[in-house]
């Protein structure tokens, strides 16, 4: 799933104030609230042909840009450690057919994720580009 948060703040100042919060014990949930309020989480729908073409391609690109090739040498430097083992992307290597498993693999995980990302209750669900715009254009008045 991609994601956009869109705020009226420059983004390292996100960065700033989140990574400020990490270091001082019960502000991080203050901070969080306070983001909240000026953030937007924008969600984009995908029936499940849409989301499988989509990660189809993005593995048959990772293949293509040398994943291949960078889990050989990450083995032959490093041996299967367990982030490796354990690593889609990686883990599947070890098998026959790894293409196809990573796909698998893949849809799983993305599946799981909407399943979480399904019970928060702060996120706008979008189907379209123009949808998007108009949430954006309301939010941004606010």
Not at 13 to 20: D, K
Not at 26 to 44: D, K, T
Request: glycine share 6%; proline share 2%.
């Amino acid at each position: 799933m991609k994601g956009w948060f869109i705020t009226g703040v420059v983004v390292t100042i996100f960065y700033f104030v989140f990574g400020i919060a990490q270091l001082g014990a019960g502000r991080p949930l203050f901070v969080w609230s306070l983001l909240v309020a000026i953030i937007a989480l924008i969600g984009i729908k995908k029936s499940l042909p849409e989301f499988k073409k989509a990660i189809s391609k993005r593995v048959d690109k990772m293949i293509k840009n040398g994943l291949r090739e960078e889990v050989k040498e990450l083995v032959k430097k490093c041996g299967w450690t367990t982030v490796l083992k354990n690593a889609i992307g990686y883990q599947e290597f070890k098998e026959k057919n790894p293409i196809n498993k990573i796909k698998l693999h893949t849809l799983q995980f993305a599946k799981r994720q909407m399943t979480w990302f399904k019970r928060e209750k702060r996120i706008y669900w979008i189907e379209t580009y123009s949808e998007a715009e108009k949430l954006v254009r309301k939010f941004l008045k606010k």
